[in-house]
């Protein structure tokens, strides 16, 4: 059964999917939410590469699920990332909107189907309660601050985000939106085409 962990890191290297590891596999993307005063925000830039390629700058990354109740965003393969995410409203449906029960079911069934551990994709998931990542391997990570990045650009959008809301008042999708603009400054993999969706 995969256990849901806290981290103040985005994630940790030791259990990772081969896509979390590999920087050159997850391109093209970068996902951000910020969670503050009872809000939640996830955005994400538009930024689809291939190769040396830009093929697309105006990508959508981040849906609503569940009756616009949970936010999702993905970093990976945008196929496998479509299967993971129809997989997850499923489990939605499933467990009637309880965001956690469907991640670690996910997560077990990612883990052990043979045709979904060849996918790779990371999720980031955010209710009104809580944010997870989801990883190929059975991980279920709860960040313990709130915030949460993936994909090639995470580790700047992460920095930026825990900077703005240590020393801002910004409300948690002005917080995104900035963090995901200075992730698409620095990695050449993100840009500034940018959608935020808040709860």
Same mark, same amino acid.
């Given at each position: 059964?995969?256990?849901?962990?806290?981290?103040?890191?985005?994630?940790?290297?030791?259990?990772?999917?081969?896509?979390?590891?590999?920087?050159?596999?997850?391109?093209?993307?970068?996902? *951000?939410?910020?969670?503050? /005063?009872?809000? @939640?925000?996830?955005?994400? !830039?538009?930024? @689809?590469?291939?190769? %040396?390629?830009?093929?697309?700058? !105006?990508?959508?990354?981040?849906?609503?699920?569940?009756? %616009?109740?949970?936010?999702?965003? +993905?970093?990976?393969?945008?196929? %496998?990332? +479509?299967?993971?995410?129809?997989? +997850?409203?499923?489990?939605?449906?499933? +467990?009637?909107?309880?965001?956690?029960?469907?991640?670690?079911?996910?997560?077990? /069934?990612?883990?052990? !189907?043979?045709? *979904?551990?060849?996918?790779?994709?990371?999720?980031?998931?955010?209710?009104?309660?809580?944010?997870?990542?989801?990883?190929?391997?059975? /991980? @279920?990570?709860?960040?313990?601050?709130?915030?949460?990045?993936?994909?090639?650009?995470?580790?700047?959008?992460?920095?930026?985000?825990?900077?703005?809301?240590?020393?801002?008042? *910004?409300?948690?999708?002005?917080?995104?939106?900035?963090?995901?603009?200075?992730?698409?400054?620095?990695?050449?993999?993100?840009?500034?085409?940018?959608?935020?969706?808040? *709860?």
């Amino acid at each position: 059964m995969p256990r849901l962990t806290h981290s103040r890191t985005q994630l940790t290297s030791r259990r990772l999917p081969a896509a979390a590891t590999d920087p050159m596999r997850i391109r093209s993307t970068t996902i *951000l939410s910020v969670r503050r /005063d009872g809000r @939640v925000a996830m955005g994400g !830039d538009g930024q @689809v590469t291939l190769g %040396d390629s830009i093929l697309k700058s !105006d990508a959508v990354k981040v849906r609503r699920l569940h009756k %616009d109740s949970v936010l999702a965003g +993905f970093a990976g393969a945008a196929a %496998d990332a +479509f299967a993971l995410i129809e997989r +997850f409203e499923g489990k939605l449906e499933q +467990f009637k909107g309880n965001t956690k029960r469907a991640a670690i079911e996910l997560a077990k /069934d990612w883990r052990t !189907d043979r045709a *979904l551990r060849r996918l790779e994709s990371l999720l980031a998931v955010a209710d009104r309660e809580c944010s997870l990542i989801i990883g190929g391997n059975g /991980d @279920v990570i709860e960040p313990s601050d709130g915030i949460l990045a993936i994909g090639s650009g995470s580790t700047c959008a992460l920095a930026a985000a825990r900077a703005l809301l240590t020393h801002t008042a *910004l409300a948690s999708s002005q917080i995104v939106e900035a963090g995901l603009k200075i992730a698409g400054e620095i990695n050449i993999y993100s840009n500034q085409h940018i959608t935020v969706e808040s *709860l």
